[in-house]
């Protein structure tokens, strides 16, 4: 219903009480598509060779978007170019500049002389040190 009324007001105009989306957004067992590809093949007069083509399409269409951890950078470290952040090429440009933003952050919001969160700074910073989280130029 929300992404009924979000087209409504995108599109400038009332929403539609006839043709109201579904929201089917589940995955479905092959025979729940198997009977879906069948109503689409028959809805639009086509005869039932074409529910297999469908189903075929929609298969090649969801291996063709088929990710692994791989493709989405899980399991090692991807971040700009340093000089994209602003800082030098030079090894540790990048932490020293995260430093200085992290303590004008600090000092903006009152904590520049809380203990605790300039311990908690500084223990963050020294993760993403030891896990080579810097970036690289």
Same mark, same amino acid.
């Given at each position: 219903? &929300? ?10 105009? *009332?929403?539609?009480?006839? %043709? ?11 025979? #729940?598509?198997?009977? #879906? ?6 809805? /639009? ?6 529910? =297999?083509?469908?189903?075929? +399409?929609?298969?090649?269409?969801? $291996? !063709?978007?088929?990710?692994? *951890?791989?493709?989405?950078? &899980? @399991?090692?470290? %991807? !971040? *700009? +170019?340093? #000089?994209? =952040? @602003?800082?030098? *090429? ?9 430093? $200085? ?8 919001? @009152?904590?520049?002389?809380? +203990? ?10 020294? /993760?993403? @040190?030891?896990?080579? !989280?810097?970036?690289?130029?």
């Amino acid at each position: 219903m &929300l992404a009924d009324a979000l087209d409504a007001a995108r599109l400038l105009r *009332p929403a539609d009480r006839q %043709h109201l989306d579904g929201g089917e957004r589940q995955l479905k067992d092959p025979a #729940a598509m198997t009977a #879906a590809a069948d109503r689409i093949a028959r809805a /639009v007069g086509d005869d039932p060779s074409r529910a =297999v083509r469908l189903l075929a +399409e929609t298969e090649d269409a969801g $291996q !063709f978007c088929t990710l692994t *951890p791989a493709d989405l950078g &899980l @399991g090692r470290p %991807h !971040f *700009p +170019e340093t #000089a994209v =952040v @602003g800082a030098g *090429p030079e090894r540790g440009s990048a932490m020293r500049l995260l430093r $200085q933003r992290c303590e004008t952050g600090m000092v903006a919001r @009152g904590l520049d002389t809380d +203990e605790s969160a300039g311990r908690q700074l500084r223990y963050e910073r020294d /993760v993403i @040190g030891r896990l080579g !989280f810097e970036g690289s130029a």
